[in-house]
T-cell receptor
Framework: GQNIDQPTEMTATEGAIVQINCTYQ??????LFWYQQHAGEAPTFLSY????GLEEKGRFSSFLSRSKGYSYLLLKELQMKDSASYLC??????????FGKGTRLHILP | DTEVTQTPKHLVMGMTNKKSLKCEQH?????MYWYKQKAKKPPELMFV???????INESVPSRFSPECPNSSLLNLHLHALQPEDSALYLC?????????????FGPGTRLTVT
C-alpha cells in the first residue's frame, strides 16, 4: 500500500528553527515535494528532492534519505507568516503524486 | 506570466445541474492536473493530462468529466453531482509529468452542491 506520514500539528516560536518530518512507503519513487498551504489558499511549491541529501533554499531546506523512506523540511528564522500547513507529497513509479495529510504549524510570538 | 487561473471562484449548483470549471495557464506547461480538496484534508488527485492526453484517471466517478481542448486550457465538466462532492477543486500545472520544480496551483473553485 501507499502511506505518507507526517505529524498533525507542531508549535514553534518566532525566530526559532523547526523540523517537520515525513516518512513514506510508496509504489516506486520519482521524487518528493514539500508544499506550503495557508488556510483557504492553494498550495505553493517549496522544494523537490529526488536524490539523497540536503537542498537549501533561503530559510527553507529539505532533506531526503531514499533508503529510509524519510524526508524533513527545516524552517529557520521562523516568521509569523510561516504559520500554515506543510504538505509532503511523493511521486510514485506511475507518476501519481500522493499527498500526506499535512502538518499544521503554529508560530508563537 | 507564472499564474494558473481558475473560474469561477465559487459555484453553487443543484444535483440536477450541469456546470463546468475552467483552468488556464500560459507558462507553456504540458502537464495539467485536477485535484479535489476537502476541509483540513490534503489534495486528492483526480485527473492528469500530459501533452493534452488523459494520462491518469484516479477512478473518478463519471459525473466528473475532464477535457483538455489545448495545451493552455483544462476543463472539468460536472453533471448530477452529490452533496458529498462539495469541496475545493484545484487545478495545477507543471512543465511536464516528471518536472523537478513541482506544480503551480491555481486558487481553486469552491464548489457547493445543494
Amino acid at each position: 500500500g501507499q502511506n505518507i506520514d507526517q505529524p498533525t500539528e507542531m508549535t514553534a516560536t518566532e525566530g526559532a528553527i523547526v523540523q517537520i518530518n515525513c516518512t513514506y512507503q510508496t509504489s516506486g519513487f520519482n521524487g518528493l515535494f514539500w508544499y506550503q498551504q495557508h488556510a483557504g489558499e492553494a498550495p505553493t511549491f517549496l522544494s523537490y528532492n529526488v536524490l539523497d541529501g540536503l537542498e537549501e533554499k533561503g530559510r527553507f531546506s529539505s532533506f531526503l534519505s531514499r533508503s529510509k523512506g524519510y524526508s524533513y523540511l527545516l524552517l529557520k528564522e521562523l516568521q509569523m507568516k510561516d504559520s500554515a500547513s506543510y504538505l509532503c507529497a511523493v511521486r510514485g513509479r506511475d507518476d501519481k503524486i500522493i499527498f500526506g495529510k499535512g502538518t499544521r504549524l503554529h508560530i508563537l510570538p | 506570466d507564472t499564474e494558473v487561473t481558475q473560474t469561477p471562484k465559487h459555484l453553487v449548483m443543484g444535483m440536477t445541474n450541469k456546470k463546468s470549471l475552467k483552468c488556464e495557464q500560459h507558462m507553456g506547461h504540458r502537464a495539467m492536473y485536477w485535484y479535489k480538496q476537502k476541509a483540513k484534508k490534503p489534495p486528492e488527485l483526480m485527473f492528469v493530462y500530459s501533452y493534452e492526453k488523459l494520462s491518469i484517471n484516479e477512478s473518478v466517478p463519471s459525473r466528473f468529466s475532464p477535457e483538455c481542448p489545448n495545451s493552455s486550457l483544462l476543463n472539468l465538466h460536472l453533471h448530477a453531482l452529490q452533496p458529498e462532492d462539495s469541496a475545493l477543486y484545484l487545478c495545477a500545472s507543471s512543465h511536464y509529468l516528471r518536472a523537478a520544480e513541482g506544480q503551480y496551483f491555481g486558487p481553486g473553485t469552491r464548489l457547493t452542491v445543494t
